[in-house]
């Protein structure tokens, strides 16, 4: 993906948060930037600016790695809450201690570990090398995903199965969209299935409801 690319998609992105927001306001002061900062492993600064319509600073790939390396280093604790020390990142990474000590302050690790490496802190694909409108795009997909919900509370059922059936509507017979129908205002309930009007008959098809 070119940079123009990444910053296309952050753009629309940006657009719908705004939508399923309300409109109103600064992103950067509606989200939670400091959360935004970790998962996207941008800084906060980074991503305020880009959650205005600004744009990052271009970085080399190398600096991307060596500045997320060091964020995993300060954020990522052992389960006993202590930092990994660079002897932990270079066993994970498959490397000699002087090697890693080496990629934390210059050069770049082969792609082979660092794909180990983000395995080891459990983050996703191109995580240490995505560039930053790329990265946050990615970190906002979830936000964007629950507010869009709470907005809309349909946007749950637009599945492809969901789609396919509403598409097949004009062929059913009345008497089986009745049913589907009902069946439909049945399971989404908030008291769940088998509480509705009609559940006697059972679903769609006049089986047991319960």
Not at 28 to 50: K, M, T
Not at 65 to 75: G, I, N
Request: hydrophobic letters at 35%; a negative charge.
């Amino acid at each position: 993906m070119t940079a123009e690319d990444a910053y296309a998609r952050l753009g629309e992105t940006l657009e719908r948060l705004a939508h399923a927001a309300g409109g109103s306001g600064r992103l950067a002061d509606a989200l939670d930037v400091d959360d935004l900062s970790l998962r996207a492993g941008v800084p906060e600064g980074i991503v305020r600016a880009l959650l205005d319509g600004g744009r990052a600073d271009e970085t080399s790939v190398a600096e991307r790695v060596r500045q997320r390396l060091e964020l995993l280093r300060r954020t990522r604790r052992r389960p006993d809450g202590r930092r990994y020390s660079v002897e932990e990142l270079a066993a994970s990474a498959g490397v000699s201690r002087q090697t890693m000590s080496d990629w934390l302050t210059k050069g770049v690790p082969s792609l082979e570990s660092a794909d180990r490496l983000r395995r080891f802190f459990a983050q996703p694909p191109g995580f240490l090398t995505a560039d930053e409108p790329e990265a946050l795009d990615e970190a906002l997909q979830p936000v964007l995903r629950g507010l869009e919900a709470e907005s809309d509370p349909l946007a749950a059922l637009r599945t492809p199965e969901i789609l396919r059936l509403a598409a097949r509507a004009p062929h059913v017979l009345p008497d089986a969209l009745s049913s589907l129908s009902r069946w439909a205002d049945m399971i989404t309930r908030p008291d769940g299935p088998g509480t509705g009007p009609g559940c006697e008959g059972g679903g769609p098809t006049g089986g047991d409801c319960r």
